[in-house]
């Protein structure tokens, strides 16, 4: 059990990349302008810096994937290409290990980031407005955390899966358009795509919950949806675009299933990574 | 008690062989040499012993463990250098070797073995700025941490100077005089010679000999030849038909005669001397390099006449 040993390797290396520090403070100077420019219309000091972190939700939902996918897209590839893996394997680290050493120290690199960007905005909010909903931002943060933990195990998982720099690359790049820009544009949405292939395709009557529950299988959504968990009563978005009209949202379109997709997103990739990569020719 | 062993075990990558029923058996205490031109399988032999790949067929087991079953295990073990290694963190070669010392649970003085490859003074640059030799080195000290039952070496004399090998050598002698099995590859057959008791030589994925050195020797018969030089050019002198002769060329003044044991070389001369004034005798023993070209034929190019070019490159 050698893990601890390559993630602690992995971890002192991705501590003296310059880039990785760079995009860390200009994350940081992000967080502290919005937190600073934040003026909630008619709010009161709480509820504006309530809706100061719900906003940042939202940016936060097209951010951090990015963050995690830069951050995470080469950890194995890039050895693989470089031929660093031969000298984790000549150790005693078995394949097990590297990958779960990789994971853990690219998932504290990445939380690490976004610890920072959440002291920033909560210092800076805290300066201007002179309050701290606490419950509200260590809610945000957590569920941010999980958040930006799927996309890295996505990327590690992708980086297992491949040889090679620039096939990690489109995997990652294509990762983030299946997972995010996909659910963001209305014109090319999954949930048009769905919607497309149910009535006009195949004639069947429309179904919005339906549309809805595949919207909801990315786990963009379910951050979305999450952050609802953590807010003050009331306080909840819609998250979907369309509901079904006169009906209560049925108990798979609650917030609380955005956990178990989460839990998907988490393991599924790992799992199919992994056993891509324990399986692997690795020259 | 056995170091390496391998039975039928066999690489296919698509349609090329890389390697095709290898059974080698290494003995324990061994230095055994592993020669072969380049794209012979000898990486790819040592990458199957490592589990980086995995075999098409076949199996592979070191130090008595099943390579598949348990690689960290064999890890434990076993001294690696392998082929086509990058230091690519941004870590000091000195960091390097902390956390190979840290990763085999051993208790090495980084400085002693720094100092045992010659990177004393380099120790706190970074890794990845090293020369090549200087990698080949700290990639050495890497590979002798722990004290290794088994040392792999993958070409370890790539990119070292005179001085490298050197101290490569001497201390490949000195672990394997306190017991330790050394198994490394190479394509330069004077570094096999200077250390190993026994050689394999690979050719297009089939092992085409196993043996000492001396057997080896001694495997390619009395093959010798003569080159005798006369005051006149030496044709039409029918020395091709005497038994024993294998080929005859002129050259110039000279007849270069290849006799199949030491024994034709006598009635060699004698015959020459009867036909024309013999001005000088040179004698040549098989040259092991002779050797390893014939078993290689030169090596994947399969040309007609091998070249020494092989075994240099």
Known sequence: ?283 | MVAIRTNGLTKRFGDVVAVEELDLTIEKGEVFGFLGPNGAGKSTTINLLLDFIRPTDGSVEVLGIDAQQDPAAIRRRVGVLPEGYGFDDPLTGREYLEWAIRTKRADDDPDELLGLVGLTDDAGRLAGEYSKGMQQRLAFAIALVGDPDLLILDEPSTGLDPNGIQQLRSVVRERAESGTTVFFSSHILSEVEAVCDRVGVMNAGELAAVDSIDGLRDSAGGAATLRLTCATPPTGLGVESLSGVERTTVEDHTVVVDCASPAVKVDVVTHVAERATVEDIVSETVSLEALFNDLTAGGRDDGETPTAEAVER
């Open chain 1, 1 to 283: 059990m050698s893990a601890p040993d390559v993630a602690r390797k992995d971890f002192l290396a991705a501590s003296r990349s310059r880039s990785l520090w760079l995009v860390a403070t200009l994350l940081g100077l992000l967080t502290t302008v919005v937190a600073y420019g934040y003026q909630g219309y008619r709010l009161g000091p709480r509820e504006t810096v309530i809706q100061l972190f719900m906003t940042l939700g939202t940016v936060f939902a097209l951010l951090l994937p990015i963050v995690a996918l830069v951050a995470s897209y080469m950890t194995i590839a890039g050895e693989r290409e470089s031929g660093g893996v031969t000298l984790l394997l000549g150790l005693p680290n078995s394949r097990h290990d590297v990958f779960l050493g990789k994971l853990l120290s690219r998932l504290a690199v990445v939380a690490s980031g976004v610890t920072f960007m959440f002291v920033t905005a909560t210092a800076m909010a805290v300066t201007r407005h002179g309050v701290l909903p606490l419950g509200t931002v260590l809610g945000v943060f957590a569920v941010s955390i999980v958040y930006t933990a799927v996309f890295v195990a996505i990327a590690v998982a992708l980086s297992a899966s491949v040889g090679a720099r620039s096939r990690a690359i489109a995997a990652s790049v294509g990762a983030y358009f299946l997972l995010v820009v996909l659910y963001v544009i209305p014109g090319v949405s999954v949930a048009g795509i769905v919607r497309f292939v149910h009535r006009t395709m195949l004639g069947f009557e429309r179904n919005v919950n339906l549309y809805n529950a595949v919207t909801y299988t990315s786990p963009f959504t379910a951050y979305r949806k999450a952050i609802n968990l953590v807010v003050p009563d009331g306080r909840e978005q819609q998250v979907f675009r369309r509901m079904a009209e006169n009906a209560d949202l049925p108990a798979y379109l609650g917030d609380e299933v955005s956990l178990l997709v989460f839990a998907v997103w988490l393991v599924g990739p790992l799992a199919i990574g992994y056993l891509r990569f324990e399986g692997a020719d690795l020259l």
